[in-house]
């Protein structure tokens, strides 16, 4: 997982009060989560399962971020009812890949999978990726387009600095049915452009920083349905955690800032924010 394996140090936040009714986290990397080996946080997957469920987040999204960790997000949600997994190459390997076609047909075979109900974390990164790994980057993330549409499954997209060419990317192939900007970063004008288009905005611990204006202004203008939740774990802790490892059961802090930017009422918002994940990921029962 080299486009997202790192070491934070650091004990894990404790845990916040529990939601009013059950929401869940629509993006975790429950292995990285692992990795990172802080005190007071999961040590198995069980344990982050647990951990979350006892705030109200009853299921999670394991997201894959190559070939490994997307064959490993596949397992965990056959042997766990309460995960659902997504599949793909992040955008910041694609350039590193000696085989990318072959990745990417490996990709496509896991997307079959019943458990797997999303592609993605799939799309472009012009931060940590220069000129030189564009290309790459464009092959791989139309590929996962086609992969997400024959296979019916939710496209999760990747965006970071590059949102003229993502949603130009997305009108030239023909977007999926469902799509979702993952920790969407955008502003209030970039949000109406993917509204439009029908997509949906998840929104992360960002919202909760302090420099996060236009972040909380484009949560402001975004539907009910449109909304999802998410950690992104471990990273992008909310506040008051922001610099310490983050987990699914912190999603609580995000949940209530969303409340608070949007003027919806907490229960409804919870309610809102469930139906919209089952209805791009379906059912979590096997």
Known sequence: ????????????????????????????????TLEDDGVGGPSTVADAITMAKAVGIDRLVQVGVDVASSRWGVQVAE????????????????????????????????????????????????FRTGEDGRKAQHESFRAHIGIAKRHGKTLVVHDRDAHNDILRVLDEEGAPDQVVMHCYSGDEAFARDCLDRGYLLSFAGTLTFGNAKELRAAAAITPLDGLLVETDAPFLTPMPHRGRPNASRLVPHTVRALAEVTGVELEQLCHALTANAERIFGPWEQ
Do not use: C, Q, W
């Open 79 to 126: 042997e766990h009812p309460g995960v659902v997994a997504t599949v793909a190459l992040h955008p910041n390997d694609a350039p590193r890949l000696e085989d990318l076609d072959g990745a990417l047909r490996e990709i496509e075979r896991l997307a079959a999978h019943p458990r797997v109900r999303g592609i993605g974390e799939a799309g472009l990164d012009y």
């Open 1 to 32: 997982m080299s486009a997202r394996k790192h070491s934070r140090e650091g004990t894990f936040p404790p845990p916040p009060e529990p939601l009013p009714v059950a929401v869940l986290d629509s993006h975790t990397h429950i292995d990285i």
